[in-house]
């Protein structure tokens, strides 16, 4: 028969699985520095409002070579610049480290400022797999006042989506068509695959009769409304971390192995242009994620 482990044993084992998480969570957080999906400024911040939080834990070492382009020579002439210690954590740095620390990050990467005169002509966009669909759905199904454009494209329909509803579904040949009647609001091709398309119509109407309109579209068509439309507000959908992405993306069981992983290397270029949009919201929970989206719509009066 074997012995209980004994309190001193307990507390070693307990405090050895606490180790193994905080390092995984380290982990965790230096991928999502790497792909973009946080911003630099927001680890310093969460660092900064608890020192044991992963990112207060994190070596500042760890945390300047997982930004991009920055290997260890360039770590430590940055360190040896702003007078920090290289085996210091982010939660462990002094107000003046801090300043200085924050101030080289907006310079080098600089976070997205929202521009002025924004129009209710709302730009939801994101990497693959990260919501948008599902949180578009969600302001639809709450919120009818708003207008959720249905987008054309020569993909095939999935399980469950309906012409019209979903998306208008129409050949290479209808597509073509549509293009130079000059019909859509911009159109791209996604994932060199499929082609995508924003009728312009049902747009200009409501607006002009002084509904929001909600465009869930892919990072190419944000930036081609940006161009034909100025004053869209831009909104960049971001995953609570790199790995909860994946994991979205192999759950939804649409795609091979191939295609999973394109769509991944895919994903962090689209992440890298984040800071071109306005505003960045967390799609952590469906029904939030929605709620600060809609928010935005009622920050812009109406037409008179």
Avoid: C
Avoid at 156 to 172: A, L, N, Q
Avoid at 173 to 181: C, K, T
């Amino acid at each position: 028969m074997s012995e209980r482990p004994t309190p001193p044993e307990i507390d070693r084992a307990a405090a050895s699985r606490k180790a193994v998480a905080a390092r995984r969570a380290r982990a965790s957080l230096k991928r999502d520095i790497a792909t973009r999906v946080v911003s630099p400024q927001e680890v310093l911040r969460q660092a900064e409002a608890d020192a044991g939080s992963p990112a207060g834990t994190l070596r500042i070492t760890d945390f300047l070579t997982a930004l991009p382009a920055i290997g260890e020579s360039k770590r430590d002439r940055i360190l040896d610049g702003l007078g920090i210690s290289p085996v210091k954590r982010l939660g462990g740095l002094g107000a003046r480290q801090r300043r200085a620390l924050a101030a080289w990050l907006e310079e080098r990467f600089p976070e997205p400022r929202a521009r002025d005169a924004r129009s209710r002509l709302i730009v939801l966009a994101g990497p693959t797999a990260v919501g948008k669909g599902t949180v578009a759905a969600h302001i639809k199904e709450h919120h009818p006042e708003i207008l959720l454009s249905v987008s054309a494209t020569t993909r095939k329909p999935r399980p469950g989506e309906v012409d019209g509803e979903h998306y208008y579904f129409v050949d290479d040949a209808g597509f073509d068509d549509l293009i130079a009647r000059g019909e859509l609001l911009e159109y791209a091709t996604v994932h060199n695959a499929h082609r995508y398309g924003t009728p312009r119509a049902p747009i200009e109407k409501a607006l002009a009769e002084g509904r929001s309109v909600l465009l869930e579209i892919d990072l190419q068509g944000a930036r081609q409304v940006r161009d034909a439309a100025p004053d869209a507000t831009l909104v960049f959908l971001l995953p609570p971390s790199w790995d909860e992405l994946v994991q979205r993306l192999v759950g939804r069981g649409t795609e091979d192995d191939e295609e999973r992983a394109r769509r991944l290397r895919t994903a962090k270029v689209e992440l890298a242009s984040q800071n071109e949009f306005d505003y960045r919201v967390v799609n952590a929970e469906v029904a939030d994620a929605a709620r600060e989206v809609v928010e935005l719509t009622k920050a812009f009066p109406r037409p008179s």
